[in-house]
Each structure stands twice: as C-alpha cells, then as structure tokens.
DNA sequence: CGCCTAGTTGAAGTTCGTCAAACACTGTGG
DNA sequence: CCACAGTGTTTGACGAACTTCAACTAGGCG
C-alpha cells in the first residue's frame, strides 16, 4: 500500500512544494514521508476525518467532492499532478478527496508537514504560492458557474481541460482526453448529465469540436468555446 | 488619502495576518505600509494593475469582481475586516478589488510584503492559513453556485451572512444587515435581481425570515434557509 | 450472446430569465 | 410644503432554458 519516498525519480519534484527545498533538506522531509497508490474511485481523505494528514499528488488526478444530504455529489476541485491535497489549520475535513484514475501521492502525516514548514520557512511559501494559485483556480470555477447559460459553462470547461492537458499553460492543447464522465463534468458545473451532453454534441454541430471515443476531444475552433 | 500605520488602535491588531509578530517586528512592517480610506464603490487594486500592492482590510468590506466582455459583473467573493486582498505571485491581478462600502486597509508595496514575509516566517504562515481559509471560503461559494436551485442559493447566501454578523462563528446572529444590494447578491449567485427578490420574499411568506427594511433581516427559522 | 454501464436523444414539465409596470425611499428644486 | 426625478426593490406575465422522465444506442466483459 505504501512505500518509503523516491524522490530522485519524482516526475514532479521541481514543480511540487517540496521542489522549493535543497537536497539535503528534502531528505528529511521524505523520512516523513510515504508514497500511496490509490485505484480509480478510491478515497485519499474523507470527509469528518480527523484530518490528519496530507499529501502532494504525484501522477493521476484527484477530486475534491462535497456530497449533499440527498446524496448528489457536487465537484468543488480538481487536483492536478504537483498539487497539494488537505488542510493544514482545520480540525476536520469536510470534504472528500477522490482519485478519479489510478493515482500516487506523497503522503506525510499533517504534525510533521507542518514542523517541516516551521523548519524550512521556504516550503511554507512555496505552499502559500500554491494555495493562492488553487484560491486563484477555485474562483474561475466559480466564475464560470455563476456565469447561467450551459452552453458557458461546458464550452469553458472544455477549454480550461485542453489548456491542462498541454504542456504550455497558456495554449490549449489541440486534442486531448477528458478526465471526467459526463455525470462527474456534470456536478463540476452544476448541470445535468443530459444537459453536458446536448451542449457537447451542440458545439460537435457546430464546429467547435470534434468527439473521438467517448472522451476524446479534438478543437477545432478554441474560440467558439471560449466566448460563445 | 493614506497615513501612516497605527497598529495600536487597529481593530484587528489580533486576527490579521500581521498579528503572527511580536511589537518590534510589527513595528518595522508598518514602516512599509500606509494606510488608505476607500469610499462605497472605490475600486482598491483593478483588473490588469501590475499588482504591485497588497492590503489588509481593517474596517468595511470589499468585493472581487470579474468583469465579463458584455458588461455584466460577477462577485467572486468578499472580503472581510482582517481579510488580505492581493496575489503575491501572479504578475497582474484579473479581477478588480472594490469597496462595498466605505473601508479602511493597510496597503503595503508587494516587493516590501514579500521581503517581510521572507524575514518573519510567521507571517507567511499566518497568510498561508488565511489563504487556507479563503480558500475554504470560495469553495463553500463554489458549492451553493452549483447546487442549481435558487432557494438553496439564496438560503445559503443569507445563512452565511447570519453567520458573519455573528460573533461565534458557528451559531448564526439572530438579526443581521445585509451587506450586499439585491444587485450584488444576486452577481453572488448567479442569478438575477429579480430571482433573489422573490426568493427573499418567499422565504418570508414560509415564516422563515422577517425582513425590516431593505437590508435587515430576522432569522425566524434557520432550519428552512439551511435545508429548503 | 446478453447483461451492464455510460452516453445520447426525445418529449413534457418547471424554473428561472426577460420585459414591463408599480412601489418605496431620497434628495432636489419650485 | 409639495411635485419631481432617480434609484433600488417588488411583483406580474410570458417565453426560453434547463431538468426530469424515459427510451434508445454503443461498448465492454462475463
């Protein structure tokens, strides 16, 4: 289930908080820490835990989900490759946080992570500049899901999928995978499952995009999605 | 326009970030900041800026705004008395800061926050929890725009604001101003001036709230606002 | 082959947005 | 003092957009 860390081979360990620290600082860190790999559809921390740990995504994706008293699932976040999952100041949790593909994470207990930043002030900011960044994330999502018309909301969706699927953060890529089912696109937006699939084949009629597989998205016209 | 700091009289002396340093670091950061008076509707930092400035808020409240291309604007979240306002990383700001009603920051150069961060590692673990909480804060926001039904929506925004006015944070004060025009509660949402209106007034009808004049609100059964 | 899940498509019902009018409150000027 | 305009809010009628319900299609796997 766990295993010690292997930071040398980190695919993002220049791009991760801890890519903040030197070599030997690093170390320490990873004495505190473990490596997990978690299935699709499995959950890292659950809501009402007592949020004792946290962790930094290596490969996969996470979601961050709030579910309902009804039972509906609602989508707050997602977490990408280098990101940063848990709290460090809450008591508890209060949401679950889900891999949605096969997934390994750095995990560290939440006491040691934070002597660590008390130790090295440098994670601390790197962590600071991560948690704005997220902060700076979550309020285009909301941007977008306040924004009313569907056909917003699933064109901006799609784009802000091709711009993470490319390397450079600015262009879209031109063809990608979705990381999500409709049903999850879907409580991401705050919409329906039919109403993400009549916008998508909509923008297909169109021209914008075209589908390959139930996933796979090629853009054919990045601006009709942008601002439709 | 802007003055000098005098932390001793400041409000939230105790629950801004700065209340992480002792008296003489405190001293020396408020060498660096000036504090500035903002009338109802002044814009703090606007969309664009180099962002070469951040601030605490003292006294009032501000909002974050996007400005769509057709003109309408979106409220991406409020700021609070010891909120922070401003991105450390992010080269330029994409929303404008602005005034809800008259308001009180400290303003501080980004270059001279950065450099105090850098020398008082408490302070950036203070804005990293607040940033946490922020955070936290966009994410409940999040989950009340998607939640789809007005009367959730509405519901939630006014529980939240019951729960701002009061002191303990979790119980809800009993009776309450509203800090935001029906205009700007409705931007929140996501909805229309009009939608929220008939939500209010029928939350009133089902003897849920007693409203008293256009801003104050009674909260007669808080049960119904939480779980409509 | 048949079941099961994920996705698409269609028809009907509801909610919310749009347009329009009325109302309350404030301040201004006759 | 009152008429008046100006702003913010409420209310109503109507139409469009989304949800709901339901049937149907396409793959994946036993």
Redesign the pocket.
């Known amino acids: 289930m766990t295993e010690p860390l292997a930071c040398a081979q980190c695919p993002v360990r220049d791009r991760a908080a801890c890519a903040s620290l030197n070599d030997e600082e690093r170390r320490e860190l990873a004495r505190s820490g473990r490596t997990k790999l978690l299935g699709a559809g499995e959950t890292l921390f659950a809501a009402g835990d007592d949020n004792a740990n946290c962790a930094t995504l290596v490969t996969g994706a996470l979601k961050i989900v709030s579910l309902s008293p009804d039972g509906t699932e609602r989508i707050l976040s997602l977490i990408h490759p280098a990101g940063f999952a848990g709290e460090l100041f809450a008591p508890f949790t209060d949401h679950d946080i889900v891999a949605l593909t096969e997934s390994r994470v750095c995990l560290f207990s939440r006491p040691q992570f934070e002597d660590a930043i008390d130790r090295f002030p440098k994670l601390g900011a790197a962590l600071l500049r991560r948690t704005q960044e997220d902060l700076h994330d979550a309020r285009r999502w909301l941007d977008l899901a306040q924004s ?6 699933v064109g901006g969706a799609l784009m802000a999928f091709a711009k993470a699927a490319s390397d450079s953060p600015c262009h879209p890529a031109s063809t990608f995978e ?1 990381p ?7 409580s991401l ?14 923008f ?2 169109d021209g914008g995009i075209q ?1 390959h ?3 796979g998205i090629e853009l054919l016209d990045p601006a009709l999605l942008a601002e439709a």
């Open positions: 009313g018309d569907a056909r917003h909301k979705l999500l089912s409709r049903a999850e696109l879907a937006l705050g919409l329906t499952i039919e109403t993400v699939s009549r916008q998508i084949t909509r297909e009629r589908r597989g139930k996933r």
